[in-house]
């Protein structure tokens, strides 16, 4: 057994070496996390921080000024254009010169002191729906603010319900919150898959395969020894983006990191052995790296990462039950933002440990069977 063990455990700084030793390699390893994790932090946002918006005021009354008034004080909206007919809005939409035009109509003044509900005109350009949405949202709670004025002015007192929210996990409603954490999943997957799928490809490539087939490693050992060292880089690479994360972008962790990395691990073996198969079944790096981008594109997407796994179809919901990436990403998001414990998530846990004892002993197989 100790032989076993310094065995692999020479195959392992061999591994690592390989791996370590060319510095344009370092460099991949470390710098792409930081890089894209401050990318999708910043730019892969839902949150809107500026909508531009014109206004075809067909009333110019003192009530449409105070609406207008609200509209431009919320920090939010940036009034680009001041329409005069409405032929005018058609361009303005169609260019995506302006996100929405609010047309608000001539007896809006009239109709407030007949005690009469009047509506108002809001035109959406919803190529991306959920900005739009999100900035309909926004214009209706300040339409509220105004109907609760006009309500109160005209001696009806105050509105008979007052809504006051409060976000649990994400305070400020900051879409930031739900990216970030799951990329110390995603993007650790993404190098993991890729280092494990490459590892026996570049030996067969290289002609150092053979080499490796006379040495006193059993197949099994030299599995093992291949699958640890993607491992700890994945760990490595989960730790830097983790970094960024909490000193960076300033998301506290609300649980535990032990908890974090144990679901850490259990999701790398997942995947470590769904690029060993990919390794001992390609002939070339080529087909090993042409395989791994196959695979990954599905599991983005299937992963609930951009697209909540709820909102999926049924039957697209049955086939995230095959993506670890899945299960990784929600175990993250839980510990990072609600800090539950392992017995909370045994949900996600269980599938990731089922995963890595499906693939690594098929792994395995299609190992010993290469080498026959």
Do not use: C
């Not at 005209?154 to 996990?169: D, K």
């Amino acid at each position: 057994m100790l032989a076993a063990i310094r065995r692999i455990a020479a195959l392992v700084r061999k591994e690592l070496l390989a791996i370590l030793s060319d510095g344009p390699t370092r460099i991949v390893l470390v710098a792409p996390a930081i890089m894209q994790t401050l990318v999708f932090g910043y730019a892969a946002t839902f949150d809107l921080s500026r909508v531009p918006y014109a206004v075809l005021d067909a009333s110019r009354s003192q009530a449409s000024a105070e609406l207008l008034a609200r509209v431009d004080s919320a920090g939010l909206f940036q009034r680009v254009a001041n329409l005069d007919a409405v032929p005018q809005i058609a361009p303005l939409v169609e260019q995506g010169q302006v996100l929405m035009v609010l047309h608000i109509p001539q007896r809006l003044e009239a109709g407030l002191a007949a005690g009469e509900s009047v509506p108002l005109q809001l035109i959406l350009d919803a190529r991306n729906s959920t900005t739009a949405g999100t900035a309909a949202a926004y214009l209706g709670e300040i339409v509220a603010g105004f109907n609760a004025a006009q309500r109160t002015r005209a001696g009806l007192g105050s509105p008979p319900l007052r809504i006051e929210t409060r976000a649990w996990f994400n305070p400020q409603l900051e879409t930031r919150w739900n990216f970030v954490p799951a990329l110390i999943a995603a993007l650790s997957m993404l190098q993991t898959l890729m280092l494990t799928a490459l590892s026996v490809a570049r030996e067969r490539e290289q002609g150092t395969f053979d080499q490796l087939l006379v040495t006193p490693l059993s197949p099994a050992e030299i599995m093992v020894g291949k699958a640890l060292p993607p491992v700890l880089i994945g760990l490595l690479q989960a730790t830097l983006v983790l970094s960024v994360a909490l000193w960076w972008f300033g998301i506290p962790l609300a649980g535990s990191p032990l908890t974090l990395y144990v679901g850490l691990v259990s999701f790398m073996l997942a995947g470590v052995g769904i690029g060993l198969a990919i390794s001992a079944l390609a002939a070339t790096m080529q087909q090993a790296m042409f395989s791994a981008f196959v695979l990954l594109m599905p599991m983005m997407l299937l992963s609930g990462l951009a697209t909540p796994v709820a909102n999926m179809p049924a039957w697209l919901q049955l086939a995230t039950w095959l993506n670890p990436l899945r299960f990784g990403i929600d175990y993250v998001r839980r510990v990072y933002l609600e800090g539950v414990g392992l017995a909370t998530l045994w949900p996600d846990l269980v599938p990731m440990l089922a995963m890595a004892a499906i693939t690594l002993p098929l792994a395995a197989w299609l190992f010993r069977n290469r080498l026959v």
